[in-house]
């Protein structure tokens, strides 16, 4: 997942000149940010939830 959004970095950089400053901070930086939040979330505790069946458990790791 990190590599993702480290290309799609890599990628909106080169596209800088191309775009406005709201865009630019909400596709690199507010992204960045959800996803460091998201990731470790979705590895450590949703992920091994559905594998070992715990859909119930699962369903609550991502209601805020």
């Known amino acids: 997942m990190a590599n ?3 290309s799609r970095n ?7 000149c191309e775009i406005d400053a ?3 901070r909400t596709l690199l930086g507010q992204q960045k940010d959800k996803s460091d939040a998201y990731s ?3 590895e450590q505790a949703f ?3 559905v594998l070992a069946g715990r859909d ?3 369903a609550k790791v ?3």
Do not use: H, S, V
Not at 10 to 16: D, E, I, N, S, V
């Open 56 to 58: 119930d458990e699962a």
């Open 40 to 42: 470790p979330r979705l």
């Open 10 to 16: 890599t990628y909106g950089q080169g596209k800088l």
């Open 4 to 6: 993702y959004f480290n």
């Open 62 to 64: 991502f209601i805020y």
């Open 47 to 49: 992920l091994p939830a």
């Open 22 to 24: 709201i865009a630019a």
